[in-house]
């Protein structure tokens, strides 16, 4: 028995591929998670086999929750289904140690196919997703991608810096490399662009 936890934040869709998967006489969910903290506590406590995540969720994000199985040295394996066909997310994904990346509009067969394939030591990544990943190299360095991710968010720079624990001018210094390796006008046009590409 394959024993798997699922994080989604959408209760809907959770409840859907919840459905899916409990028809397959080789898979469990052991665990439901609306958000990354609270999936984080079930991969705790019941170290499954696989974790299922959704890459964007409240608290913790899924590249958040694989790091953090990546950095515990935990057996679980981190798969990631998803409606954004962003290729730098997959880049990201893939140095978080994540080996299955799918999107949410594939067939469910494929999606119980892949999730055995990883749990064998495989890896199960959409094909066209896979191809695009390859193609352009995200410029940004973290400590640019988390100052712009928070300027995006609306943040003041006062706050980024109190949060990040680095002096205005600093932030300001990062937003401006950011900006200028993007090639865009202003912050939020920078935030757009990285967001766009799934660099943020």
């Known amino acids: 028995m394959i024993r798997l936890v699922l994080a989604e934040d959408q209760a809907m869709v959770r409840g859907a591929i919840a459905a899916l998967l409990s028809l397959e006489p080789d898979l469990q969910v052991v665990a439901e998670a609306g958000d990354g903290a609270s999936a984080w506590a079930a991969v705790s406590?019941?170290?499954?086999?696989?974790?299922?995540?959704?890459?964007?969720?409240?608290?913790?994000t899924g590249l958040d929750l694989a790091l953090r199985v990546q950095e515990e040295g935990l057996p679980t394996r981190v798969v990631i289904i998803t409606t954004f066909a962003r290729a730098g997310y997959l880049r990201r994904a893939m140095d978080a140690g994540v080996r299955g990346y799918l999107l949410k509009d594939a067939p469910s067969c494929q999606l119980a196919a892949a999730l055995r394939q990883v749990h064998a030591g495989g890896r199960a990544i959409d094909p066209q997703l896979a191809v695009a990943a390859w193609g352009e190299e995200d410029p940004m360095t973290e400590r640019e991608r988390q100052v712009?991710?928070?300027?995006?968010?609306g943040v003041k720079t006062a706050d980024i810096a109190e949060r990040l624990h680095l002096s205005p001018g600093t932030v300001r210094n990062y937003l401006s490399e950011a900006i200028g390796k993007l090639a865009?006008?202003?912050?939020?046009?920078?935030?757009?662009?990285?967001?766009?590409k799934g660099w943020l």
């Open 45 to 60: 406590q019941h170290v499954p086999d696989l974790l299922v995540t959704d890459i964007e969720m409240p608290g913790l």
């Open 148 to 153: 712009l991710r928070l300027a995006g968010e």
């Open 184 to 196: 865009a006008a202003n912050r939020i046009e920078a935030y757009r662009a990285a967001r766009a």
